[in-house]
C-alpha cells in the first residue's frame, strides 16, 4: 500500500507539470500572438503604391585649397503612410548626384492569393552617390540588414520586425534564396541629375520599380530664407 508521503509527492509532481505545461502552453500562444500583431504592422506598411522623398540644395561652399566645390543637399523621405522621416543631410564634391533605389517583387502567384508577406512589392530608399572615379562618394541611406525608416516600427527596436527585414534582404540579394521563395525580381535604379540652389527635387519610386526625380522651381517668398 501506498504511504501517504508518496501519494502526496506523486501528487505534487502530477500539479507540477501540469502548470508547467500550462505555463509553457500560454508562452506559446501568447508569442505567437505577439509576432503576429508584429507581422501584421509590418504587412500594413506595404500597402502604399509609391515611396516620395524632397531634395534641396542647402549649401554651395567653394575650397580654395582644394579648388573644388562642395555641395550640400538635405535629404527628406516620407513613410509609406506619406509622413516626413528625420532628413538626413550629405555633402559631395560636386553637383551631379544619384540616387538608388531596390524594389523587390513576389511572384504573381503570391500577389493573387494575398500571401501576408509576399503580396506586395518592398520598395526603399538604397544609396545616394556621385561617381567620380576613384574619389566616388557614396552613403548608405537604408543600411543592408537594416528595417529601413520608412516601414519601420515606431517605438523601440523589436525582434521580430528585425527578423523580418534580415530575411528581406537575403531576398533581395541572395539569388539563390530569391529562386527559393518566389521573388520575381530584385530591381536597382539609379537616376541622377545636376543638384542647384533653388530647385525642389522630388523622388519617386513607383511600386513597379520605376524611379524618378521630378523638378520645380521653389516659391519666391522661400528664396535666401532660413526657415527653422
Same mark, same amino acid.
Given at each position: 500500500?501506498?504511504?501517504?508521503?508518496?501519494?502526496?509527492?506523486?501528487?505534487?509532481?502530477?500539479?507540477?507539470?501540469?502548470?508547467?505545461?500550462?505555463?509553457?502552453?500560454?508562452?506559446?500562444?501568447?508569442?505567437?500572438?505577439?509576432?503576429?500583431?508584429?507581422?501584421?504592422?509590418?504587412?500594413?506598411?506595404?500597402?502604399?503604391?509609391?515611396?516620395?522623398?524632397?531634395?534641396?540644395?542647402?549649401?554651395?561652399?567653394?575650397?580654395?585649397?582644394?579648388?573644388?566645390?562642395?555641395?550640400?543637399?538635405?535629404?527628406?523621405?516620407?513613410?509609406?503612410?506619406?509622413?516626413?522621416?528625420?532628413?538626413?543631410?550629405?555633402?559631395?564634391?560636386?553637383?551631379?548626384?544619384?540616387?538608388?533605389?531596390?524594389?523587390?517583387?513576389?511572384?504573381?502567384?503570391?500577389?493573387?492569393?494575398?500571401?501576408?508577406?509576399?503580396?506586395?512589392?518592398?520598395?526603399?530608399?538604397?544609396?545616394?552617390?556621385?561617381?567620380?572615379?576613384?574619389?566616388?562618394?557614396?552613403?548608405?541611406?537604408?543600411?543592408?540588414?537594416?528595417?529601413?525608416?520608412?516601414?519601420?516600427?515606431?517605438?523601440?527596436?523589436?525582434?521580430?520586425?528585425?527578423?523580418?527585414?534580415?530575411?528581406?534582404?537575403? &531576398?533581395?540579394?541572395?539569388?539563390?534564396?530569391?529562386? @527559393?521563395?518566389? $521573388?520575381?525580381? #530584385? =530591381? +536597382?535604379?539609379?537616376?541622377?541629375?545636376?543638384?542647384?540652389?533653388?530647385?525642389? &527635387?522630388?523622388?519617386?519610386?513607383?511600386?513597379?520599380? @520605376?524611379?524618378? $526625380?521630378?523638378? #520645380? =522651381? +521653389?516659391?519666391?517668398?522661400?528664396?535666401?530664407?532660413?526657415?527653422?
Amino acid at each position: 500500500m501506498m504511504s501517504p508521503k508518496i501519494r502526496l509527492l506523486k501528487y505534487l509532481i502530477f500539479i507540477a507539470f501540469w502548470a508547467l505545461a500550462g505555463y509553457w502552453t500560454y508562452t506559446l500562444v501568447a508569442r505567437y500572438l505577439y509576432e503576429t500583431a508584429i507581422l501584421q504592422q509590418v504587412i500594413a506598411r506595404f500597402q502604399a503604391d509609391s515611396r516620395a522623398a524632397e531634395v534641396l540644395v542647402t549649401g554651395v561652399n567653394y575650397s580654395e585649397a582644394e579648388q573644388k566645390t562642395y555641395t550640400t543637399i538635405k535629404f527628406l523621405e516620407y513613410d509609406s503612410r506619406g509622413r516626413p522621416l528625420e532628413p538626413q543631410y550629405f555633402t559631395f564634391s560636386g553637383n551631379i548626384i544619384q540616387f538608388q533605389s531596390l524594389v523587390v517583387r513576389f511572384d504573381d502567384i503570391h500577389v493573387r492569393q494575398g500571401d501576408r508577406l509576399k503580396g506586395k512589392s518592398v520598395y526603399l530608399f538604397w544609396k545616394v552617390f556621385m561617381l567620380d572615379g576613384k574619389n566616388t562618394q557614396e552613403y548608405d541611406i537604408t543600411r543592408v540588414n537594416a528595417v529601413p525608416e520608412g516601414y519601420k516600427i515606431a517605438g523601440p527596436d523589436n525582434s521580430v520586425e528585425a527578423r523580418f527585414w534580415t530575411r528581406f534582404w537575403a &531576398y533581395a540579394l541572395d539569388p539563390a534564396v530569391a529562386r @527559393g521563395e518566389g $521573388i520575381k525580381n #530584385a =530591381q +536597382i535604379e539609379a537616376p541622377g541629375t545636376m543638384f542647384v540652389p533653388g530647385i525642389l &527635387y522630388t523622388i519617386k519610386i513607383e511600386h513597379d520599380g @520605376g524611379l524618378r $526625380i521630378d523638378t #520645380a =522651381q +521653389i516659391a519666391n517668398i522661400l528664396r535666401g530664407e532660413k526657415i527653422p
